[in-house]
Protein backbone atom coordinates (compact mmCIF):
# COMPACT_ATOMS: atom_id res chain seq x y z
CA UNK A 1 0.00 0.00 0.00
CA UNK A 2 1.06 2.74 -0.92
CA UNK A 3 0.74 6.52 0.76
CA UNK A 4 -2.40 7.56 -1.73
CA UNK A 5 -3.91 4.46 -1.53
CA UNK A 6 -3.90 4.53 2.40
CA UNK A 7 -4.89 8.15 1.97
CA UNK A 8 -8.02 6.83 -0.50
CA UNK A 9 -8.83 4.12 2.24
CA UNK A 10 -9.31 6.69 5.37
CA UNK A 11 -11.62 9.02 3.21
CA UNK A 12 -13.19 6.12 1.64
CA UNK A 13 -16.52 6.11 4.30
CA UNK A 14 -18.70 9.00 3.21
CA UNK A 15 -18.59 11.03 6.11
CA UNK A 16 -14.46 10.90 6.40
CA UNK A 17 -12.53 14.10 5.95
CA UNK A 18 -8.88 15.56 6.46
CA UNK A 19 -7.56 18.66 7.82
CA UNK A 20 -3.92 19.04 8.89
CA UNK A 21 -4.55 20.95 12.44
CA UNK A 22 -1.17 20.13 13.77
CA UNK A 23 1.13 20.65 10.63
CA UNK A 24 1.12 20.83 7.12
CA UNK A 25 2.46 17.19 6.45
CA UNK A 26 0.29 15.76 9.23
CA UNK A 27 -3.18 14.49 7.62
CA UNK A 28 -5.57 13.41 10.04
CA UNK A 29 -8.66 11.42 9.14
CA UNK A 30 -11.81 12.18 11.13
CA UNK A 31 -15.69 12.44 11.18
CA UNK A 32 -17.14 15.94 9.18
CA UNK A 33 -18.09 18.31 11.62
CA UNK A 34 -21.74 18.19 13.14
CA UNK A 35 -23.42 20.88 14.62
CA UNK A 36 -20.16 23.57 15.30
CA UNK A 37 -18.22 20.40 16.72
CA UNK A 38 -15.13 19.18 15.56
CA UNK A 39 -15.54 15.64 14.02
CA UNK A 40 -13.48 12.83 16.14
CA UNK A 41 -10.68 11.77 14.69
CA UNK A 42 -9.76 8.20 13.39
CA UNK A 43 -6.69 8.06 11.51
CA UNK A 44 -4.00 10.00 11.29
CA UNK A 45 -0.63 9.76 9.09
CA UNK A 46 2.30 11.50 7.54
CA UNK A 47 1.78 10.45 4.27
CA UNK A 48 5.06 12.43 2.59
CA UNK A 49 7.33 10.14 5.37
CA UNK A 50 9.04 6.71 4.63
CA UNK A 51 8.45 4.29 6.33
CA UNK A 52 4.88 5.00 5.53
CA UNK A 53 2.71 4.67 8.96
CA UNK A 54 -0.39 5.46 10.20
CA UNK A 55 -2.23 5.49 13.12
CA UNK A 56 -5.26 4.58 14.30
CA UNK A 57 -7.67 4.57 17.14
CA UNK A 58 -8.68 1.25 17.96
CA UNK A 59 -10.86 -0.94 21.19
CA UNK A 60 -8.22 -1.23 24.17
CA UNK A 61 -8.93 -4.76 24.53
CA UNK A 62 -7.57 -5.72 21.05
CA UNK A 63 -4.41 -3.39 20.85
CA UNK A 64 -2.36 -5.64 23.24
CA UNK A 65 -3.09 -8.85 20.97
CA UNK A 66 -2.69 -6.89 17.72
CA UNK A 67 0.99 -5.28 19.56
CA UNK A 68 2.11 -8.79 20.40
CA UNK A 69 1.24 -10.73 16.87
CA UNK A 70 2.80 -8.12 14.67
CA UNK A 71 6.06 -5.88 14.93
CA UNK A 72 4.65 -3.41 12.72
CA UNK A 73 2.00 -2.83 15.25
CA UNK A 74 3.31 -0.78 18.14
CA UNK A 75 1.42 1.90 20.82
CA UNK A 76 0.15 5.01 18.99
CA UNK A 77 3.75 7.38 18.57
CA UNK A 78 2.34 10.75 20.77
CA UNK A 79 -1.24 9.32 21.43
CA UNK A 80 -3.10 7.55 24.03
CA UNK A 81 -1.13 4.24 24.35
CA UNK A 82 -4.58 2.21 25.24
CA UNK A 83 -6.76 4.04 22.84
CA UNK A 84 -4.02 4.10 19.75
CA UNK A 85 -1.70 2.14 17.84
CA UNK A 86 0.37 2.89 14.84
CA UNK A 87 1.12 0.67 12.01
CA UNK A 88 4.20 1.08 9.83
CA UNK A 89 2.83 -0.31 6.21
CA UNK A 90 4.17 -2.49 4.48
CA UNK A 91 5.13 -4.83 6.95
CA UNK A 92 4.27 -7.65 8.61
CA UNK A 93 0.56 -6.86 9.07
CA UNK A 94 -0.31 -6.52 5.73
CA UNK A 95 -2.49 -4.16 3.76
CA UNK A 96 -5.85 -6.36 4.67
CA UNK A 97 -4.80 -6.18 8.28
CA UNK A 98 -4.54 -2.29 7.62
CA UNK A 99 -7.54 -2.32 6.01
CA UNK A 100 -9.62 -3.63 8.67
CA UNK A 101 -8.21 -1.76 11.84
CA UNK A 102 -8.59 1.58 9.80
CA UNK A 103 -12.63 0.78 8.83
CA UNK A 104 -12.42 -0.68 12.92
CA UNK A 105 -11.62 3.06 13.52
CA UNK A 106 -14.05 4.51 11.58
CA UNK A 107 -16.94 2.17 13.16
CA UNK A 108 -15.56 2.85 16.76
CA UNK A 109 -15.96 7.06 16.53
CA UNK A 110 -19.19 6.85 14.29
CA UNK A 111 -22.55 8.12 15.99
CA UNK A 112 -24.59 5.55 16.86
CA UNK A 113 -28.19 5.56 16.11
CA UNK A 114 -30.03 5.65 18.85
CA UNK A 115 -32.95 3.43 18.78
CA UNK A 116 -36.76 3.70 20.39
CA UNK A 117 -37.96 0.99 22.61
CA UNK A 118 -39.92 -1.41 21.82
CA UNK A 119 -43.94 0.45 23.36
Known amino acids: ???????????SPANA??????????SVFRLRAREGKKGKMFALSRLGEEPLEVSVKIDPELSESLRAS?????????LNKRHWVTITLNQDAGDEIVRGLIEDAHALISPRRKTKPAP
Request: proline share 10%; glycine share 6%.
Open 1 to 11: MDAEELRQLCL
Open 17 to 26: VEDFPFSPGV
Open 70 to 78: YEAIVPGYH
